[in-house]
Structures are given as structure tokens and as C-alpha cells.
């Protein structure tokens, strides 16, 4: 009897561990396929010395219970961003500044004191990109196949420890090759492929079919998205550091022209008007908006089956599924047209 | 000469970035004393409601002069109330003051129970008995519709299905030629992939559709904006009324996925309206069916609906009766601009006065820029009441006050 007890707290537990790590995905999910474009301010903590202060405005705003609270909010988050922003490029500028004053001008020392990895964290304050949250994804997806399947961790580990290492080298592609680029995705499609990848060329069977199947295809979807994530990153990187050079240059030249530099403030309208030409130019391109559109189709296939996977594993719970609420809410709809149509019929009648 | 690298004071660099943390400090206290950031205050009443739709009349700032009332149908995509964002800067209260009776909809925020609602169903349906409400409630054969963004495209596609119940057509920055690539957002959907985003999400979130608008200026809307926002932060006033901006743009309903599927295949995609081939329901779309005199505003710098977007629908029309207003600024000023409030909405107004009366009219060419300039005086003693009305078994909440 004991041992029927041991048996159902260990299902239990690996029950509620698999619907802990689901729910975890789905929440970085989220936040991975919701990032595109939108910005995620106040992320790299910049204003050490205003930390508490911040805090302490932050929950005197969270006591206050007003119906615009959350706007607030929001709003006072996006001023610690743009400041954000502004003072990572004023940090980026000081070693310029400093090699203008000490070593005399010339663009190349400017050039080689730029630092692109910290020039890379103000882009991702801009367009809102969030790497840590793909490597999360890799990891929880990973955590989650390893519950799923309790001995596939080592199946797993490869393709897993592949993409992250990827990942982390991000900043190297601001030196802009592509070809490095490329490669290092060839690699971690290898690794998949010779781990995970096998799975597919044979056949499944049991009851568990068909959850394996999906499970397949939404790891599938998901290094899609990666990949195509990642070009699309790297593409408004490459355009943003392009951006910063341009910057840079037209320094140079005013400065070679001996005007005046009044501020910071002058360099900052200079970087904004130049990165918002720079970056315009590439929207218009036929290959941003091809990129763009891949990027959306990715992001919004990985979330369909994912969630028709959350479905299955849902299934047997006493609660009404995503699919089964379409069914109710298009037999509403229906009816509703039904109604409307025959309450005007009945009116035309009547009148 | 001076060395111009002596220009690079560390000193002043320090000081500016030191008045950028204290506009902080200063800003956020200013933020914790605002405690409602209120928008759309012009009073009005709740006359008719369907589901999610909610059908407003306005009530009147002084005498109603033009006999005929006003419907303004306003883009699903973001809130109504931009239209009367803030009391001084109110094309609404503006609109009022020149004596119009103004009905208004909000679409409301469609939840998954709204995934299945189509073009048709905001067209032929919702749209459909606002009008019929509205011309029962006024007893007017035809009422003015005033149709905004992409309210104004379903304007135009309605106008062009009922003629017989729009006497005027006003569309506001509202594209029809979807063929233009002058736009970044006619560009980037020729390449969505809109039925797989339909597939995914049923109802488009207004993050989603934010995060777009956002991308067109990315720099300036993500990090300019904000930085600029801390000079203000300090008055009270003017920190509300960027508030007041912030409220609206980030206030975006959701979109019904099959109607935003037609909305994008047909039009960004298919440019079906222009062709003569898009089909509402059972109803083929005939833009030459718009017979009704029209005003089409569009904004010279419109970057999210570029002229090339709007200003075809002129060509494109049945009526002779058609004029074509330039308005200088961009697709927000349009709103709230001070030329908005001191020219636009003038201009509205006179043009609506001019047609008010029930005799035909006569044709008038197509101009450049409508003049400002009251007229059928004899008629602005009149004055339209307000009036319950039931219809279509809907109930319409009697004397129920709303801001």
C-alpha cells in the first residue's frame, strides 16, 4: 500500500512538474515572440546611484490606486529607458571624447575605441530585443522535454548547449560577417539534427504519438524562429553600428572643419537623425520587409504549436480548451448572424 | 585659433547629463501627483448599443445649425477619443461649437468570443444600424458620414453599399489605393503572412499592431520621445497632455482576426477596393457607387497613411461634387495639431453648412484646399434634439450620462 502511495506522490509531483515548466515556457514564450519591435525599458539598470530612489517612486506609484496607475507606470519606466539610452551613449562617447582631446583627431582611433557590445545593449533598448529571453526558451524547452521524457536529457543536452553557445557569441556578429553568421547556425542545425533530428526520420508509435510528433515540430518551429530571429537581429545591428560610423564620421569632418562640438546633447540629435535615416533606408528595403514578414511567420507558427501542445498535455483536465472555446465561439457567432438576420426579416415584414 | 578639441568639456558633458537625472527626479514627482489622465471629456450620451458597440450623440455646445446629424466612424485599430483628446485641442468640442450634431461609435475591444466578426459584420451590420439608428432618431432620410482612418476606408466602402443613407461623405487620412509603397506599413504587410498570424492569435493584440507603428521611427519613438519628455515633466499641464498622447497610443483594442484577414489580403495586399473587386458580404464594393457629395482630407505628411494612399479616391468616385483638402502636417496633427483646431475643423464644419440643405446641389470642382466659409446661415437657428430611439430590438439606455 506504501509503495501504491510512493507511486502516485511521484506521478503527482512529475504531473505538477510538467504543468510548472509549461507554464514557465508559455510565460518566456511569451515574452520572446511578443519582443518584436516593442521596447522593454529600464532592463539594463544604468542609474546605480538613482537605483533606490527609482524604487522608492516606483512603490509610492504602486500604493497610489488610481485607474491610469498602470500608464504611469509605463510612462516613468520609459523616461528611466530613453534616459537609459541616452546616458549608454554618452558612456560610449567618453573614450571618443577623450582620444579627441588627448591624441588629436583621427577617424580610425575613433573607430577602434567604439565598443559594439555596449552599443548593441542600446539597440536592444530600442527595439526591445531580448537574448537572454531566447536562451531561457532554449533552457526551459530543454527542462521541458527532459520532464517530458524523463530520460531524453542527454538526448537533448547537444542541440541545447549548441544554440546557447551560439547565442552568446551574439556580439561578435556586430563585427559584421555573415558568413560567421551562418555557420555557427549550420552548427547547432547539426547538432539538431544529429540528436533531436533523428526522431524524425523514424517512426513514432504509442499512445504518445501524436504529442511526440508535435513536440518535434514545435522544437522545429522554434529553431526557425531562432534562426531567422537572430538574422533579423543581426541585420538592425549591422544597421545600427553602420549608423554609429556614419555618426562618427560626420564628427570627424565637422571637427576637421574646426566647429565648434557645444554638447552632449548636440551629439544625441545627431545619432538620433542619422540612426533613423539609416535604419529608414533599410525598412525600405525589399529584402527588411521579406525578412520581417519570415521573422512574424516563424514567431507565429512556433506559438501555434506550441499551444496546441500545451493542449494535449491539458487535455484530460477538467477545463475547457483553447480549440473547444473556437467551437463555442463560432456556433455563437452563427447563431447570433442567424438571429440578426431573422429579426430584420420579421421587421421587414411587420412594417 | 582655438583648438576645437578643447570644445569637448568633460565638464559640461557631466552637467548635462546631471540635469538629465534631475529633470528625472523632478519629472517622476510631477507623475506621482497625477492621479487621472483624463481624455475624451465633451459630454455625451449613450443612445444605442450591440454587443461590444457602443453608439455616443454629443450634446450640443451652443445652437445646431446644420440640419443634418454627423456619424464620425473611427479606426478599429486605435481608440475614438482621440478625436477629443484634450479639452483645447478637441476636433470634437471644435466641430460642436460650429454648431453640428455629432454621433460618434466606439467599437470597443473585441475579446475571442469576437475572433469570427468580419468586414461584413462591422460593415453591413454595426455600421449599417448606427445609420439606421441615427436616421430614425433625427427622422433624415440620409445622415453625414465622417469616417476617419481606417474608419474612413469602411466609411467609403459603406457609402459606396448605401448611397441612398449618406447624404455627405467626409474621410479623414483614410487610404484606398493600397497599391503605394510611399508607406512603411504598405510595404511591410505586402509580406505578412496574415493568415498564419490569424491562425495564432484569433484576436491581433494592439501590442502587436503598436509594436509596427513603433518601428516606423524607432529611434525618435523609443528613446527620443522620452528623453524630450523629461523637459516637460516639471509642468504639470503639459506632462498631462503628453500623458493624454501616451494613454491613446498605447490604448489599442485588439483586432477580430478574420475581418483584420480581409482587411489586409483585400486591401494591403489585393488592393481589391481600387480594383472594383472587393466584396463585402454578399456585396460587391463599386467606389464609383459613392455619389454623395465628398470632402477627402489627407495629410501631406502622413506617414502612416501616405497621400498616395488617399488622395486616388477622388478619381475614383461617382459624384462631381468632390473636393480635395490639403491639410500640412503629419497623420496625428491632423487631431491635435493648432492648425487642426484653427483651419480643419473650420473648414469641416462650413463645407457640411453648404450642403445641409435638402435642394440638389450644385457641382463643384475639385480644389486643392477648401475654403473656411459659413453658409446656409438661414438654417443655423435650427436645432436638431436629441432623441431616444429603439431599434432592431436593441435597447438604447434612456438619459444614461457617460464623460
Redesign the interface.
Known amino acids: 500500500m506504501e509503495s501504491n502511495n510512493n507511486f502516485f506522490d511521484a506521478w503527482l509531483k512529475s504531473q505538477e512538474l510538467i504543468i510548472e515548466n509549461l507554464a514557465e515556457s508559455t510565460k518566456n514564450f511569451q515574452h520572446a515572440f ?1 519582443g ?4 522593454k ?1 529600464g532592463e539594463n539598470d544604468f ?1 546605480h ?2 537605483t533606490s ?2 524604487t522608492a ?1 516606483l512603490n ?2 504602486r500604493e ?1 490606486d ?3 496607475m498602470g ?2 507606470k ?3 519606466s ?6 537609459n ?3 549608454k551613449l ?1 558612456e560610449i562617447w567618453l573614450p571618443l ?1 577623450k582620444a ?2 588627448e591624441k ?2 583621427n577617424p580610425y582611433t575613433y573607430k577602434d575605441l567604439s565598443n559594439p557590445a555596449e552599443y548593441k545593449k542600446i539597440l536592444d ?4 530585443f531580448d537574448p537572454d529571453a531566447i536562451s531561457q526558451v532554449s533552457a526551459q524547452v530543454k527542462k521541458f522535454i527532459d520532464t517530458f521524457a524523463c530520460s531524453a536529457g542527454s538526448f537533448m543536452n547537444p542541440w541545447v548547449e549548441a544554440s546557447r553557445k551560439s547565442l552568446k557569441t551574439f556580439p561578435q556578429f556586430l563585427e559584421g560577417h555573415p558568413e560567421s553568421f551562418m555557420s555557427i547556425f549550420h552548427n547547432m542545425f547539426n547538432a539538431f539534427d544529429g540528436t533531436v533530428g533523428r526522431i524524425f526520420h523514424v517512426p513514432a508509435v504509442g499512445k504518445d504519438r501524436e504529442k511526440i510528433e508535435l513536440l518535434m515540430r514545435s522544437l522545429d518551429d522554434l529553431s526557425v524562429y531562432l534562426a531567422k530571429s537572430t538574422e533579423y537581429q543581426h541585420m538592425m545591428y549591422v544597421t545600427g553600428l553602420a549608423a554609429f560610423e556614419k555618426v562618427i564620421a560626420t564628427v570627424a569632418e ?2 576637421s572643419r ?8 548636440e551629439f ?1 540629435d545627431l ?2 537623425d542619422v ?2 535615416r539609416t ?2 533606408a533599410l ?2 528595403t525589399e529584402d527588411f ?2 525578412m ?2 519570415e521573422v ?2 516563424a514567431s ?2 512556433a ?2 504549436h506550441f ?1 496546441k501542445l500545451m493542449e494535449l498535455h491539458l487535455y484530460d483536465f477538467p477545463i475547457a480548451l483553447r480549440s473547444e ?2 467551437d463555442l ?2 456556433t ?2 452563427e447563431l447570433k ?1 442567424k438571429v ?1 438576420g431573422l ?2 426579416q420579421l ?1 421587414e415584414v411587420s412594417a | 585659433m582655438n583648438s576645437p578639441y578643447d570644445t569637448f568639456a568633460m565638464k559640461h558633458m557631466v552637467r548635462e547629463l546631471s540635469e538629465l537625472s534631475m529633470k528625472l527626479i523632478k519629472g517622476a514627482e510631477t507623475l506621482s501627483g497625477i492621479d487621472e489622465i483624463d481624455v475624451g471629456t465633451a459630454p455625451k450620451e449613450l443612445v444605442y448599443e450591440e454587443d461590444k458597440l457602443k453608439l455616443y450623440h454629443y450634446k450640443p455646445e451652443g445652437k445646431v445649425t446644420c440640419r443634418v446629424p454627423v456619424l464620425i466612424v473611427y479606426a478599429m485599430v486605435n481608440r475614438q477619443y482621440m478625436l477629443d483628446l484634450q479639452p483645447d485641442r478637441s476636433i470634437v468640442r471644435n466641430l460642436l461649437q460650429h454648431g453640428l450634431d455629432l454621433y460618434i461609435i466606439d467599437w470597443g475591444y473585441p475579446t475571442k468570443a469576437d475572433m469570427y466578426m468580419t468586414m461584413d459584420d462591422y460593415i453591413n451590420g454595426y455600421l449599417n444600424n448606427c445609420v439606421d439608428f441615427i436616421r430614425q432618431a433625427s427622422k433624415k432620410e440620409k445622415i453625414n458620414i465622417m469616417g476617419i482612418c481606417q474608419g474612413g476606408t469602411f466609411s467609403g466602402i459603406y457609402s459606396a453599399l448605401y448611397p441612398e443613407k449618406v447624404k455627405n461623405l467626409i474621410t479623414l487620412v483614410a487610404p484606398f489605393d493600397f497599391a503605394t509603397n510611399d508607406g512603411l506599413l504598405f510595404r511591410w504587410a505586402k509580406h505578412m503572412n496574415v493568415d498564419a498570424l490569424v491562425d495564432a492569435y484569433r484576436i491581433i493584440p494592439g501590442d502587436f499592431l503598436n509594436s509596427g507603428f513603433l518601428m516606423l521611427m524607432p529611434i525618435s519613438l523609443n528613446v527620443r520621445k522620452y528623453v524630450d519628455m523629461l523637459d516637460i515633466m516639471g509642468d504639470r499641464e503639459k506632462l498631462l497632455n503628453f500623458l493624454r498622447m501616451e494613454k491613446w497610443i498605447f490604448d489599442s483594442p485588439g483586432q477580430a482576426g478574420e475581418c483584420l484577414r480581409q482587411f489586409i489580403k483585400d486591401c494591403y495586399q489585393g488592393n481589391k477596393l481600387v480594383k472594383g473587386e472587393l466584396k463585402v458580404g454578399d456585396k460587391l464594393v463599386d467606389l464609383k457607387d459613392i455619389t454623395m457629395p465628398l470632402l477627402n482630407i489627407y495629410a501631406s505628411a502622413d506617414h502612416l497613411v501616405p497621400p498616395a494612399a488617399t488622395k486616388p479616391l477622388n478619381d475614383l468616385v461617382g459624384t462631381a461634387d468632390k473636393t480635395l483638402y490639403e491639410f500640412k502636417g503629419g497623420h496625428i496633427g491632423v487631431f491635435v495639431g493648432s492648425k487642426s483646431q484653427k483651419e480643419l475643423s473650420p473648414a469641416i464644419a462650413a463645407w457640411l453648412h453648404e450642403r445641409d440643405g435638402e435642394g440638389p446641389l450644385k457641382a463643384k470642382p475639385v480644389v486643392k484646399k477648401s475654403g473656411a466659409r459659413h453658409a446656409n446661415q438661414e438654417e443655423k437657428d435650427r436645432r436638431i434634439k436629441p432623441q431616444s430611439a429603439r431599434i432592431n430590438n436593441k435597447v438604447i439606455p434612456k438619459k444614461k450620462k457617460t464623460k
Not at chain 1, 125 to 128: K, N, S, T, Y
Request: aromatic share 16%.
Open positions: 511578443c518584436l519591435g516593442v521596447n525599458p542609474l546611484v538613482y530612489w527609482t517612486v509610492s506609484l497610489m488610481t485607474t491610469d500608464l504611469l509605463e510612462t516613468l520609459k523616461a528611466l529607458g530613453g534616459s539610452s541616452y546616458t554618452f571624447f579627441i582631446q588629436g583627431m533598448q530600442v527595439f526591445g565637422k571637427i574646426g566647429e565648434e562640438i557645444k554638447g552632449f546633447d544625441f545619432w538620433v540612426s533613423e535604419y529608414h525598412f525600405q520587409s521579406k520581417q514578414g512574424l511567420e507565429v507558427n506559438r501555434k499551444f472555446m473556437d465561439y463560432k455563437i457567432y448572424k440578426n429579426e430584420k421587421k
